[in-house]
């Protein structure tokens, strides 16, 4: 199921094989994947894996295709062709963007970077290994080619849905490449996610909640190198009052769980830490910096304000106080996509959800959550944006 382009002939020739919303062939195809994802070995070597097979188990499947198909005012369809540019620096997205979407029903054609390796190496081979119907390989195409604009404006003619991920230069670099009259774009371009702690529910806390807890942020952040569009960056301790002895011990039980996952980070990354934060310092964002290990960085910003919104290196976290999570309306904007969080009770979130209006902010999750994919992200809901609607009255 693994091509190159070029291989297997004209990919944008119209294919005689027809799929429908919850084809039992994909499903099946789908199932047999997760259950290699599954697999104890694999698992264990990237644990990302084990989550990406949890979402492709045949229940979930059962309840996407249910809620996928299910409209009682309309009969729903396949959007058509799919074209997927997932990004190269998180190497599980094309998976759930690409499985939502066969699931609908969709013909794809995905892009993977030359770049990938590591996980997604595994899938491929997982999915070369999946006895499947041969329906599959015709309409369900993983392709490698350099960075050639007639390839990706021959596949942006062909699609009736372009899905773009990666930064915001990668999105409008894309987009030059016209697509035909009756297709659009979905893109996730640039974003950036925070981490809130509650100060008094730390404190509230027992010391086994407290090291549950930065476990799951450790996965958030460390996993992808702190890259992904939803892994944790600056940390706001939310409430008030001295917070040195919580940033204190949060700081050391980070430590001593990336020691214990074994988690390293190379040394010309831990450079480049240093210079980000020395610039963060330099410009008045930062009011104090510590170094305590290469793999942790900890960064004491000036203010709200002074966040940074771009990736400054893996373990990097700064840090700022505020009295409460409204304090943080002003400054979010629709670049921000997750805020993770610890402490804070189900009314205080709905509050902060509700001030925040739409204006940025499109997930609201526990550390530890912060990289599980939904099929609602970025504030789409992906097993409708796979699909197209005929009314019939």
């Not at 644990?47 to 009682?72: D, N, Q």
């Not at 007639?150 to 894309?174: F, N």
């Not at 996730?188 to 730390?202: E, I, Y």
Request: with cysteine; charged share 25%.
């Amino acid at each position: 199921m693994i091509f190159r382009f070029g291989v297997e002939g004209d990919l944008t020739a119209p294919s005689a094989d027809r799929l429908t919303v919850g084809d039992p062939r994909v499903v099946d195809f789908l199932a047999a994947l997760a259950r290699k994802l599954l697999a104890p070995t694999v698992a264990r070597r990237f644990p990302e894996l084990g989550s990406l097979g949890y979402f492709l188990r045949p229940a979930e499947l059962r309840r996407s295709v249910e809620a996928m198909a299910t409209r009682p005012d309309a009969l729903v369809f396949p959007r058509g062709n799919v074209f997927h540019l997932p990004p190269a620096n998180v190497d599980t997205i094309f998976v759930y963007s690409w499985a939502i979407s066969a699931l609908a029903g969709n013909h794809n054609i995905v892009r993977i970077s030359s770049r990938s390796a590591g996980a997604a190496e595994v899938i491929l081979e997982a999915l070369n290994e999946v006895d499947a119907d041969p329906v599959i390989a015709r309409t369900q195409r993983m392709i490698t080619y350099g960075h050639d604009d007639t390839v990706t404006a021959a596949l942006s003619r062909w699609c009736d849905l372009r899905v773009i991920w990666g930064g915001d230069r990668a999105v409008d670099t894309i987009r030059k490449h016209p697509l035909k009259p009756s297709a659009r774009d979905l893109t996730f371009p640039d974003r950036t996610s925070w981490a809130v702690l509650s100060a008094p529910g730390w404190r509230a806390a027992d010391p086994d909640a407290r090291r549950a807890a930065v476990v799951g942020f450790a996965n958030d952040a460390y996993w992808f190198d702190q890259a992904a569009c939803s892994s944790p960056r600056t940390v706001f301790l939310i409430g008030g009052g001295d917070t040195t002895g919580i940033r204190a011990e949060f700081l050391e039980l980070l430590l001593d769980v990336v020691d214990r996952r074994g988690w390293t980070v190379d040394p010309a990354m831990a450079v480049e830490k240093r210079v980000n934060a020395y610039e963060l310092a330099a410009t008045g964002a930062a009011t104090a910096l510590d170094f305590p290990d290469n793999r942790l960085t900890a960064v004491t910003l000036a203010g709200v304000e002074a966040a940074p919104r771009r990736w400054i290196g893996a373990g990097a976290f700064p840090f700022a106080e505020v009295d409460s999570l409204s304090d943080l309306v002003p400054a979010m904007n629709r670049q921000d996509q997750t805020v993770s969080h610890f402490g804070f009770t189900p009314a205080e979130l709905r509050a902060f959800a509700t001030e925040l209006g739409g204006r940025g902010v499109d997930r609201i999750v526990p550390f530890g959550s912060a990289l599980t994919f939904g099929a609602i992200w970025d504030g789409y809901d992906l097993k409708r944006e796979f699909t197209r609607l005929t009314t019939l009255q």
